[in-house]
């Protein structure tokens, strides 16, 4: 047996350290002294071992649990929040150590449209009718897109990196899908009792049913691209029904429809069709809509399908508006978040105070069954309108060039890089962000960790495959 290095005997010494401190707080009845040996060991961990961290950030996301602390007010997801935080202020001691990061990454414009997106929501939140709510919640956007966009794009810089994280999060995943399916049975599947069996791993069934579209369109892309030995693939195969079932159990609409429209993306880019084509498409469909608005409207008016067990009604109610209420509480919430942006117009009531402000700007006409003026349920269920009533117009343009950006780079990726594992990995980052950011439009889960880390991630996984297309170019040229 060699000597030990001096690396080692640092570890050795920490450990005997980390346990005898345990003991003695044990010892001496101090419980929340506790604390401080397992917040040493993870300064420790950060330091050493950073993309360990990561990975196991990715692994435990699916799996972390929240716990309220009743007596500071506040909430924390456990086990990854402590270090997605710890990571945060180590990139920063090193930003200001070293003074840049990843130069090429940090000028693409996928990164420069979330730099102005943080900095347009730090000025709003100062301007904040409730600062110290603002602020908290700028602070989490800041840790998600630092650790989850940032940090994230130096472990996918190596592509066979990029297969392995899709796994990272798709198992531990499958495994809360599995509970909550198992979960589910014992409520004979009922749509009342799907809204809440994936607790404690999701709060409710409208942000676990778009997690699940997003790795739905990730697993089976895995199967349908990847070239894999038979035992492999059929893992494949495994994780990939294991989701479409959550996703069928969910009982989300949107989330639904968000993998029907990803489908048709997908047939797009089979035919070699690109981003042009794809505006011409929007636009053509805008025309269609404006010269067809009426009968539309009149059609909606008469639909009365209603959310029920019956999954083909159940989808059918998407287009009730107006006795289902599920969707008669989204016009409500966003009629009540275009009166608030007539009201402050250029920088909105504040990030994240939008369910503690919207209720006097509800009309009494509007207001459903399900309603509420306590500030207890939920936003302004769309990344697109929420923003206007939270940090003004310039908040929501910048949510929709983010979108127009991913799908000009998403299209572009996919058509024209020409190394297999590099387009394959583009095109399932590119088709997991469309469910989405299509899903966005009628719900907002960035402030959900378990929807961020696969949204910053994909985007990060776009941003390094397309500074890699252009260093392929240059080294051509």
Same mark, same amino acid.
């Given at each position: 047996?060699?000597?030990?290095?001096?690396?080692?005997?640092?570890?050795?010494?920490?450990?005997?350290?980390?346990?005898?401190?345990?003991?003695?707080?044990?010892?001496?009845?101090?419980?929340?002294?506790?604390?401080?040996?397992?917040?040493?060991?993870?300064?420790?961990?950060?330091?050493?071992?950073?993309?360990?961290?990561?990975?196991?950030?990715?692994?435990?996301?699916?799996?972390?649990?929240?716990?309220?602390?009743?007596?500071?007010?506040?909430?924390?997801?456990?086990?990854?929040?402590?270090?997605?935080?710890?990571?945060?202020?180590?990139?920063?001691?090193?930003?200001?150590?070293?003074?840049?990061?990843?130069?090429?990454?940090?000028?693409?414009?996928?990164?420069?449209?979330?730099?102005?997106?943080?900095?347009?929501?730090?000025?709003?939140?100062?301007?904040?009718?409730?600062?110290?709510?603002?602020?908290?919640?700028?602070?989490?956007?800041?840790?998600?897109?630092?650790?989850?966009?940032?940090?994230?794009?130096?472990?996918?810089?190596?592509?066979?990196?990029?297969?392995?994280?899709?796994?990272?999060?798709?198992?531990?995943?499958?495994?809360?899908?599995?509970?909550?399916?198992?979960?589910?049975?014992?409520?004979?599947?009922?749509?009342?009792?799907?809204?809440?069996?994936?607790?404690?791993?999701?709060?409710?069934?409208?942000?676990?049913?778009?997690?699940?579209?997003?790795?739905?369109?990730?697993?089976?892309?895995?199967?349908?691209?990847?070239?894999?030995?038979?035992?492999?693939?059929?893992?494949?195969?495994?994780?990939?029904?294991?989701?479409?079932?959550?996703?069928?159990?969910?009982?989300?609409?949107?989330?639904?429809?968000?993998?029907? $429209?990803? #489908?048709? &993306?997908?047939?797009? *880019?089979?035919?070699?069709? =690109? @981003?042009?084509?794809? !505006?011409? %498409?929007? +636009?053509?469909?805008?025309?269609?809509?404006?010269?067809?608005?009426?009968?539309?409207?009149?059609?909606?008016?008469?639909?009365?399908?209603?959310?029920?067990?019956?999954?083909?009604?159940?989808?059918?109610?998407?287009?009730?508006?107006?006795?289902?209420?599920?969707?008669?509480?989204?016009?409500?919430?966003?009629?009540?978040?275009?009166?608030?942006?007539?009201?402050?117009?250029?920088?909105?009531?504040?990030?994240?105070?939008?369910?503690?402000?919207?209720?006097?700007?509800?009309?009494?006409?509007?207001?459903?069954?399900?309603?509420?003026?306590?500030?207890?349920?939920?936003?302004?269920?769309?990344?697109?309108?929420?923003?206007?009533?939270?940090?003004?117009?310039?908040?929501? $343009?910048? #949510?929709? &060039?983010?979108?127009? *950006?991913?799908?000009?780079? =998403? @299209?572009?990726?996919? !058509?024209? %890089?020409? +190394?297999?594992?590099?387009?394959?990995?583009?095109?399932?980052?590119?088709?997991?962000?469309?469910?989405?950011?299509?899903?966005?439009?009628?719900?907002?889960?960035?402030?959900?960790?378990?929807?961020?880390?696969?949204?910053?991630?994909?985007?990060?996984?776009?941003?390094?495959?397309?500074?890699?297309?252009?260093?392929?170019?240059?080294?051509?040229?």
């Amino acid at each position: 047996m060699g000597k030990l290095s001096p690396y080692h005997w640092m570890i050795v010494g920490g450990g005997m350290s980390f346990v005898a401190l345990i003991a003695a707080f044990v010892a001496t009845e101090w419980y929340w002294g506790l604390l401080i040996p397992f917040a040493l060991a993870l300064v420790a961990s950060v330091l050493l071992a950073k993309d360990y961290v990561l990975w196991f950030i990715i692994v435990s996301t699916p799996l972390s649990i929240n716990v309220e602390f009743e007596d500071l007010g506040s909430t924390m997801n456990f086990p990854n929040e402590p270090f997605i935080v710890a990571l945060t202020g180590l990139f920063f001691i090193r930003l200001v150590y070293y003074g840049n990061f990843y130069p090429k990454f940090v000028k693409h414009p996928l990164s420069i449209i979330l730099i102005a997106h943080l900095t347009w929501m730090l000025f709003t939140a100062i301007l904040s009718e409730l600062p110290m709510v603002s602020i908290k919640y700028f602070a989490s956007r800041l840790w998600t897109i630092v650790v989850f966009f940032y940090l994230m794009s130096k472990l996918l810089s190596e592509n066979k990196n990029i297969k392995a994280y899709y796994l990272a999060y798709l198992i531990p995943l499958s495994i809360a899908v599995i509970y909550t399916i198992i979960h589910h049975g014992q409520y004979n599947f009922t749509k009342k009792s799907g809204t809440w069996v994936m607790q404690p791993f999701f709060k409710e069934h409208t942000s676990y049913g778009a997690v699940l579209a997003m790795y739905v369109t990730i697993a089976w892309g895995m199967v349908l691209l990847y070239k894999e030995r038979v035992l492999r693939k059929l893992s494949y195969v495994g994780l990939a029904v294991v989701v479409t079932l959550g996703l069928y159990f969910s009982y989300t609409r949107a989330a639904w429809l968000s993998v029907f $429209l990803m #489908m048709g &993306i997908a047939g797009m *880019l089979y035919i070699g069709w =690109g @981003f042009r084509r794809f !505006l011409q %498409l929007i +636009g053509f469909g805008l025309v269609v809509l404006a010269l067809s608005w009426s009968s539309i409207t009149e059609r909606l008016e008469k639909t009365r399908a209603v959310s029920s067990d019956d999954r083909k009604e159940h989808l059918s109610s998407v287009t009730n508006v107006t006795t289902d209420a599920s969707n008669t509480e989204r016009l409500n919430r966003w009629k009540s978040a275009l009166r608030m942006w007539q009201e402050k117009p250029h920088t909105g009531f504040g990030p994240g105070t939008y369910m503690f402000l919207y209720a006097p700007y509800q009309n009494p006409n509007e207001k459903t069954i399900i309603s509420t003026n306590r500030g207890d349920v939920g936003n302004a269920h769309s990344e697109y309108i929420g923003p206007l009533a939270e940090m003004g117009w310039p908040g929501s $343009l910048i #949510m929709i &060039i983010w979108v127009i *950006l991913i799908f000009y780079y =998403g @299209f572009k990726l996919s !058509l024209t %890089l020409t +190394g297999e594992v590099q387009r394959n990995a583009a095109i399932i980052a590119f088709l997991a962000l469309i469910t989405y950011f299509s899903h966005g439009l009628v719900n907002n889960f960035l402030d959900i960790d378990k929807a961020a880390l696969p949204v910053f991630g994909c985007m990060a996984i776009l941003t390094v495959l397309d500074i890699q297309r252009k260093s392929d170019q240059l080294e051509v040229e």
